[in-house]
């Protein structure tokens, strides 16, 4: 999703982009739908932690990585290690995660005796798969990555539960589509920059209308309270708090919270407000909120 000031960008060198996973995986097919438009190179990481070193280790490289899921709800550890690291967040993409019966040419769903994918994959799907009891359900590291093994090493009578694209970029036939028992299955992906460079991946001020803030909270009674009024009065709406425990801290929690607005000089003044009420505030970033789901 290009927004109207990231145009000019399009045609410089590709740009750098790690995503968790192989190729053909979902942060691929998300870094793609973000950056349609412009070329870009996908470095592959094992682990989100592995994510996050090797942006930390390269300034120049930018970064997408899942927060939350309409189904799994949010993925609590990489809210936390995105606030122990020093990226920003520059963009978000929501994109609908609809899955693919894939096998090797030739082969029919009758000869399939195993389907391979990752464990929450094979959940999504385990009403067409119980349709197929011939199929014995085999858990996996990864949706493209089982696309990929049944395409290099040939497993015939096997089948990956993948999305298109990974069972296109790995030459699979596509036996079903959208099997996916819950059809609004959809995740969110937040693009990720160093400091150093996230002033020229944001959009402009004009364009920013979402930000995600972290903060913590004195241990009072209605301090939340107090927190939300404020936000209401600046006429800011919030669309997402997550809690955390703080380790160590007994009844203590720390909350990341997402923020939409009309007036980004009202946003500011809002957090301006509100510091002197939380404990370590901080601005995880500013973007432009994704209108559309793809």
Request: proline residues 3%.
């Amino acid at each position: 999703m290009i927004t109207s000031d990231r145009l000019h960008i399009a045609g410089r060198r590709p740009k750098r982009i790690t995503i968790q996973g192989v190729a053909g995986c979902y942060h691929d097919a998300a870094a793609r739908g973000y950056f349609a438009g412009e070329e870009i190179d996908t470095i592959q990481c094992d682990s989100f932690q592995e994510m996050f070193d090797t942006l930390a280790a390269d300034a120049s490289l930018l970064g997408i990585m899942a927060i939350e899921n309409t189904i799994a709800g949010s993925l609590l550890q990489n809210h936390e290690l995105l606030r122990a690291s020093n990226m920003q967040i520059v963009g978000e993409y929501k994109m609908r995660i609809s899955h693919t019966l894939a096998a090797l040419p030739g082969q029919t769903i009758d000869e399939l005796t195993e389907v391979n994918s990752h464990p929450m994959a094979l959940l999504q799907c385990e009403q067409f798969l119980l349709r197929h009891p011939n199929m014995k359900m085999i858990e996996t590291f990864d949706t493209a990555g089982s696309a990929k093994e049944i395409a290099e090493k040939g497993l015939t009578g096997h089948a990956a539960v993948c999305g298109e694209y990974a069972a296109n970029l790995y030459g699979l036939n596509i036996l079903e589509r959208s099997i996916e028992t819950n059809k609004r299955n959809f995740t969110r992906f937040l693009i990720l920059a160093d400091p150093l460079i996230a002033g020229e991946e944001r959009p402009s001020e004009r364009f920013i209308d979402k930000s995600s803030v972290v903060f913590t909270l004195p241990h009072d009674k209605g301090a939340l309270s107090k927190v939300l009024t404020i936000l209401s009065f600046y006429d800011i709406n919030l669309t997402k708090i997550q809690s955390m425990p703080i380790l160590g801290r007994e009844w203590e929690y720390r909350f990341y919270i997402d923020l939409e607005f009309d007036s980004y000089s009202r946003y500011r003044q809002a957090v301006d407000a509100v510091r002197p009420l939380t404990n370590d505030l901080r601005i995880l970033g500013e973007y432009n909120a994704c209108k559309n789901e793809v």
